[in-house]
């Protein structure tokens, strides 16, 4: 009894904090750098002293929101690197990154002010592994004829950043930019038509 007793409190702490981090995402990711805590606290059920006990520092809350997003990305590239459709899979992971995007774009400022080393190095390992993900599954879309060459993690990231910064957060927002996402993704496969810039309708 007296174990059990012991081991409980531990186990509610792990729940406070998964739940204090899933309301981070939505009131920090959409509310900005100057959300407001106590509305974190609240979302999460739990009081801001048990907040505080976890997160000492609001930036403290925002690296680890951070950090286990890229986390998510990383694991769903990895995961899909067997994919049997290399094509599906770039859509699926290009997908998961919006969510990751709206988090981000409201604790942006907030981050760049306190990038500490160490966490600039957490991010390049985990953005390495992203990175060398994807290009697996390019890969294999190359050789199965699913992808057409020269096409990059590099140019994903990009192309998906700018779909989802060109547009003003707002109710349709995700779903405009998932629909872009989805012409773009669409367009990475081979086509007969000519890469020269020519127009074979003139032809």
Known sequence: MAETRARKPRADALKNRALLIDAAKEV????????????????????????????????DLFHTVFRQEMEELAD??????????????????????????????????ALSIVMTDESKRTYADLSGRVTSAVNDILARGRASGQIRDGITAEDLLQTMYALCYARQPGPDWKSQVLRLLDIFVDGLAPTAQPTNGSNPARA
Not at 44 to 55: D, K, P, Q, S
């Open 76 to 109: 769903i590239a990895d995961s899909l690197r067997g994919s049997p459709d290399p094509l599906e899979a770039i859509r699926h992971w290009l997908h998961s990154n919006v969510a990751f995007v709206e988090t981000k774009r409201g604790m942006l400022g």
């Open 28 to 59: 920090l990711g959409k509310g900005g750098p100057n959300a407001s805590l106590e509305a974190v606290a609240q979302r999460a059920g739990v009081g801001i002293g048990t907040l505080y006990r976890h997160f000492p520092t609001r930036e």
